[in-house]
């Protein structure tokens, strides 16, 4: 498989910055529906709500970021994605 540029997007301070904004935004709060609070960001996920597939618009668009506990987004987010591969693509 070809290397994914927008993986190294993670890696910026840019990615960094955005990540804690939106953990601040949200309060540093599972917007699963679970509403736990996590003050330690090591166990928090600055996720995208609709997957950007390398489309730098929505990677970047804040309205398109929440925040999840690891936990949660491994879960319940990855399951669904995981399973929809077959009706969207892959992922590139």
């Known amino acids: 498989m070809p290397s994914l540029p927008w993986k190294a997007w993670y ?8 990540r804690l ?3 601040l935004r949200d309060l ?3 917007q699963c529906g679970c509403c736990q609070m996590e003050a330690n960001t090591s166990l928090l ?4 709500k609709r997957p950007h597939r390398g489309d730098e618009r929505l990677f970047w668009d804040e309205t ?4 999840l506990l690891k936990s949660c987004h491994d879960k319940a987010k990855q399951k ?4 929809s591969l077959h009706t969207r693509g892959v992922w590139h």
């Open 28 to 30: 540093y709060t599972c």
């Open 80 to 83: 669904a994605e995981q399973s």
């Open 64 to 67: 398109n970021l929440q925040t």
């Open 21 to 23: 904004r939106i953990f």
């Open 45 to 48: 996920v600055c996720d995208h």
């Open 11 to 18: 890696n910026t301070s840019r990615w960094r910055a955005l």
